[in-house]
């Protein structure tokens, strides 16, 4: 598969799970949405028209977003996610999206000795948990993704 063809489906797959979250899932209490790498922006920006009474905190080690898609400053943490985001572990988040994945196994083996404890921590009871590379955790429980979601493409968790 070409790397178009590959970023295609990812995209997709992200945004057909998270259509799926506002539409099919409750989300616990009044928490705040996490975006964990904020990149261009485009994943907050639709988060934003998803649930457009949430706070969304996003992530990334740099401001990079289209000016569209800036989070208010207080809501924007710059730096390395491994070392800024501990701060809002207990913070009871309703949702959690990550997408850092990076298509180099080595890298992404690093990420993943961090980022499902990191997940986890930040979830209320309930909350969910949507990212491009597997969480595997005891408190996160995987859920199905939608039917037009390939296997192990994103992935879709609920916190017990
Ligand atoms: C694939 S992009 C996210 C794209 C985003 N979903 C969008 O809509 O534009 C990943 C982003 O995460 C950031 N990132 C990845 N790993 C990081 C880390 N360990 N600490 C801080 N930022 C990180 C990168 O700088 C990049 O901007």
Redesign the pocket.
Known sequence: MSRLDSFIRRLTA?RDILNHVAADLDLPGEGALM????????????LRELFPNRRIVA????M??HASSVPVQEDLVI????Q?APAFIGKEAAFV?A????GYPEKDAV?LTWLPDLAAGMLAKGGIAVS?LPLDHPMLKPLPVPASVPTDRYFLYRKI
């Open positions: 992200q975006e964990i790498g904020l990149g261009n922006g485009r994943t907050f920006n639709h992530f990334d080690r740099a990079g977003a730096g390395e996610i491994s800024t999206h997408d850092i994945g990076t990420t491009g």
